[in-house]
Protein backbone atom coordinates (compact mmCIF):
# COMPACT_ATOMS: atom_id res chain seq x y z
CA UNK A 1 0.00 0.00 0.00
CA UNK A 2 1.53 3.41 -1.21
CA UNK A 3 1.57 5.79 1.75
CA UNK A 4 3.27 9.41 1.40
CA UNK A 5 4.34 10.85 4.40
CA UNK A 6 5.33 14.37 5.01
CA UNK A 7 7.15 16.14 7.70
CA UNK A 8 8.41 19.59 8.22
CA UNK A 9 5.53 21.15 9.77
CA UNK A 10 5.42 23.51 12.86
CA UNK A 11 5.32 27.32 14.18
CA UNK A 12 6.99 30.04 12.02
CA UNK A 13 7.01 33.50 12.35
CA UNK A 14 5.57 36.00 9.67
CA UNK A 15 8.65 36.48 7.30
CA UNK A 16 10.48 33.48 8.32
CA UNK A 17 10.89 29.95 6.43
CA UNK A 18 9.88 26.75 6.34
CA UNK A 19 10.18 23.55 4.20
CA UNK A 20 8.16 20.40 3.74
CA UNK A 21 9.17 17.25 3.25
CA UNK A 22 7.06 14.68 1.13
CA UNK A 23 8.50 10.95 0.71
CA UNK A 24 6.74 7.93 0.05
CA UNK A 25 8.80 4.19 1.14
CA UNK A 26 8.79 1.53 -1.34
CA UNK A 27 7.15 4.07 -3.88
CA UNK A 28 9.44 5.91 -6.60
CA UNK A 29 7.78 9.06 -6.83
CA UNK A 30 10.07 10.00 -9.94
CA UNK A 31 7.92 9.09 -12.48
CA UNK A 32 4.68 10.88 -11.12
CA UNK A 33 3.70 14.43 -10.50
CA UNK A 34 3.51 15.43 -6.84
CA UNK A 35 1.20 17.68 -5.38
CA UNK A 36 0.88 20.04 -2.26
CA UNK A 37 -2.29 20.99 -0.61
CA UNK A 38 -3.29 22.46 2.25
CA UNK A 39 -6.65 23.07 4.23
CA UNK A 40 -7.57 25.62 7.01
CA UNK A 41 -9.97 25.12 9.71
CA UNK A 42 -13.34 25.80 7.93
CA UNK A 43 -12.04 25.97 4.80
CA UNK A 44 -12.00 23.42 1.92
CA UNK A 45 -9.05 22.10 0.56
CA UNK A 46 -6.80 24.20 -1.32
CA UNK A 47 -4.03 23.22 -4.09
CA UNK A 48 -1.14 25.29 -3.65
CA UNK A 49 1.88 23.42 -6.01
CA UNK A 50 2.21 20.80 -8.30
CA UNK A 51 6.13 19.38 -9.85
CA UNK A 52 5.46 17.03 -12.60
CA UNK A 53 7.60 14.17 -13.61
CA UNK A 54 11.23 14.84 -13.99
CA UNK A 55 11.65 11.22 -15.70
CA UNK A 56 13.41 12.32 -19.40
CA UNK A 57 13.50 15.97 -18.29
CA UNK A 58 16.26 17.83 -15.88
CA UNK A 59 13.40 20.80 -15.59
CA UNK A 60 10.60 19.51 -14.30
CA UNK A 61 7.33 21.81 -14.49
CA UNK A 62 5.92 23.65 -11.73
CA UNK A 63 2.79 25.36 -10.68
CA UNK A 64 1.47 27.75 -7.69
CA UNK A 65 -1.75 29.18 -6.83
CA UNK A 66 -1.96 32.96 -6.95
CA UNK A 67 -1.82 33.02 -3.36
CA UNK A 68 1.64 31.33 -3.03
CA UNK A 69 3.21 32.21 -6.21
CA UNK A 70 6.30 33.97 -5.60
CA UNK A 71 6.95 32.90 -2.24
CA UNK A 72 6.72 29.03 -2.11
CA UNK A 73 8.96 26.73 -4.57
CA UNK A 74 8.34 23.29 -5.10
CA UNK A 75 11.18 20.83 -5.68
CA UNK A 76 12.16 17.28 -5.84
CA UNK A 77 15.10 15.32 -5.30
CA UNK A 78 14.90 11.93 -7.14
CA UNK A 79 18.20 10.32 -5.35
CA UNK A 80 16.01 10.66 -1.61
CA UNK A 81 12.51 10.34 -3.26
CA UNK A 82 11.43 13.44 -1.30
CA UNK A 83 9.30 16.26 -2.65
CA UNK A 84 9.39 19.42 -1.23
CA UNK A 85 7.49 23.14 -0.36
CA UNK A 86 9.97 25.94 0.31
CA UNK A 87 7.69 28.41 2.43
CA UNK A 88 9.30 31.44 2.55
CA UNK A 89 7.97 34.63 3.78
CA UNK A 90 4.73 32.74 5.13
CA UNK A 91 1.36 34.87 5.91
CA UNK A 92 -0.76 34.18 9.29
CA UNK A 93 -3.43 33.05 6.32
CA UNK A 94 -1.01 30.28 4.94
CA UNK A 95 -1.86 28.73 8.33
CA UNK A 96 -3.45 24.75 7.86
CA UNK A 97 -2.45 21.51 7.35
CA UNK A 98 -0.32 20.67 4.32
CA UNK A 99 -0.85 17.37 2.52
CA UNK A 100 0.93 16.08 -0.14
CA UNK A 101 -0.74 13.74 -2.81
CA UNK A 102 -0.33 12.23 -5.72
CA UNK A 103 -3.00 11.09 -8.81
CA UNK A 104 -0.03 9.03 -10.33
CA UNK A 105 0.44 10.23 -13.58
CA UNK A 106 3.57 12.55 -14.90
CA UNK A 107 1.85 15.88 -15.94
CA UNK A 108 0.08 17.79 -13.81
CA UNK A 109 -3.49 18.76 -13.69
CA UNK A 110 -3.13 21.99 -11.08
CA UNK A 111 -6.79 22.69 -10.31
CA UNK A 112 -7.86 19.13 -9.27
CA UNK A 113 -8.22 17.09 -6.24
CA UNK A 114 -8.59 14.16 -7.23
CA UNK A 115 -5.61 12.16 -6.08
CA UNK A 116 -5.28 8.55 -6.19
CA UNK A 117 -2.72 8.50 -3.24
CA UNK A 118 -2.44 11.51 -0.41
CA UNK A 119 -0.32 11.87 3.15
CA UNK A 120 -1.93 11.98 6.20
CA UNK A 121 -0.89 15.73 6.57
CA UNK A 122 1.61 18.27 8.95
CA UNK A 123 0.37 21.34 10.54
CA UNK A 124 1.77 24.90 9.56
CA UNK A 125 1.13 27.50 12.19
CA UNK A 126 2.54 30.90 11.19
CA UNK A 127 2.34 33.33 14.07
CA UNK A 128 4.28 35.62 16.14
Known amino acids: QVQLVESGGGLVQPGGSLRLSCTAPGFNLDYYAVYWFRQAPGKEREGVSC????????????YYSDSVKGRFTISRDNAENTVYLQLNSPKPEDTAVYYC?????????????????WGKGTLVTVSS
Open 101 to 117: ATDTLSSCRFGTRIMDY
Open 51 to 62: VSSSVGSSNPNT
